[in-house]
């Protein structure tokens, strides 16, 4: 099953974003440019939009959220830049492509990483400076504190140390469900609490959205497992095996495809009745509620639990 969603005008706004590709430091910003430009699903910012349409209903403005889907997708790039690194995965291929430290060198790559995250903060900041009404300033600061937060030690990077440390040795599965849970599901809850806190979710909503990306994250990096053991290289467009070859225990190695598959479905099933049980009262009492968002969302997460790249 295909998604219909048109990412063009995502994509257009991400490169809107980029420095440009000029000066003593142009090396760097024609790798932040390729990484960017090469492809990828675009999940992050897409969920990242459908959460904040889902509060916003019918004022809902792309341009009130354009600087945190360019912002998120820059922090998840920079992440896969590090990842294919000879000191993580040592993977040469990415999106279709040759990784970021086959073209430009380990120094480079480093450092286009590193670049971009500092990048996705100031177009945040700089956001939140060009706007007058405090209601959404405060909303935008919280934004920003939990992409910081979820990206951090407490989110992906403390996902990432937990999974280089126990490489090629047995993992417990409190440990596994740890390294899911930040290394993949927390950009995922990232995404979708900052769209419902712009969107203007309460902090009740606002937890029940945390706690739907949740069961999307972990489904999505059980169902990257699967295609790491299943699919070709060509359809993936990055190394396949990669898993057995770096040693990696996950989900698929101590339970097998098809019990991950059964899990997959069965925590993407979850996402969607909360979805469904937290827009009821939206449906209810909120004038401008538009049921769109929600069937998008429901799309996505359908998309995700059988997606094959
Ligand atoms: C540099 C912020 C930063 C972190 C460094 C290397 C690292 C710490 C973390 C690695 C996190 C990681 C790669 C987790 C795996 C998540 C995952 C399944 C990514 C694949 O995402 P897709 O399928 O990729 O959305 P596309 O290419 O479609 O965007």
Not at 19 to 44: D, H, I, N, W
Not at 237 to 256: F, L, M, P, R
Request: aromatic share 6%; with cysteine; hydrophobic share 40%.
């Amino acid at each position: 099953m295909g998604l219909n969603y048109d990412i063009s005008e995502i994509e257009e706004s991400i490169r809107k974003y980029l420095p440009s590709r000029e000066g003593f430091q142009k090396t760097v910003c024609e790798a932040m440019y390729t990484s960017l430009s090469s492809g990828g699903k675009r999940v992050r910012p897409m969920l990242l939009y459908e959460a904040y349409r889902l509060f916003a209903g019918r004022r809902a403005d792309m341009d009130m959220v354009a600087p945190f889907m360019a912002a998120i997708e820059m922090i998840h790039t920079s992440s896969l830049i590090h990842d294919d690194l000879p000191c993580m995965d040592n993977d040469i291929l990415r999106r279709g492509k040759p990784t970021t430290w086959v073209t430009y060198g380990e120094d480079m790559a480093v450092l286009t990483g590193d670049a971009l995250i500092i990048e996705a903060f100031d177009i945040m900041s700089k956001a939140a400076r060009n706007i007058s009404d405090i209601e959404s300033i405060k909303r935008y600061l919280q934004a920003i504190e939990i992409l910081a937060k979820k990206t951090g030690i407490r989110g992906m990077i403390g996902g990432q140390v937990l999974d280089v440390e126990k490489t090629g040795k047995a993992l417990a599965a409190e440990e596994l469900d740890f390294i899911y849970r930040l290394k993949t599901a927390a950009l995922l809850e990232a995404a979708m609490t900052i769209g419902a806190v712009i969107g203007g979710a309460d902090e009740k909503e606002r937890e029940s959205v945390e706690s739907i990306a949740n069961s999307i994250g972990l489904a999505f990096q059980i169902r990257d497992d699967i295609l790491d053991e299943t699919a070709n290289e060509e359809d993936l467009g990055k190394t396949v095996h990669s898993d057995s070859k770096n040693q990696k225990t996950t989900y698929v190695s101590i339970y097998g495809v098809q019990k991950s598959e059964e899990k997959v479905m069965e925590l993407s099933q979850d996402a969607k009745s909360n979805l469904e049980n937290i827009i009821q009262r939206r449906r209810r009492e909120c004038e401008d509620y538009t049921e769109e968002a929600y069937r998008t969302l429901a799309d996505i997460i359908d998309w995700l639990t059988v997606r094959i790249k």
